[in-house]
């Protein structure tokens, strides 16, 4: 096994937080628009 993926198995918690976030940001940049101007 690929030490990276050994370490995603040992820090799987916060590559999930981070996958997470990252998600977010995406989603709020994406939407944006829509979501700070409203009429």
Do not use: C, D, Q, T
């Amino acid at each position: 096994m690929p030490a990276w993926m050994e370490w995603l198995m040992h820090h799987w918690v916060s590559s999930l937080l981070v996958l997470g976030v990252v998600l977010a940001i995406v989603y709020v940049f994406s939407n944006r628009s829509s979501l700070f101007y409203k009429e």
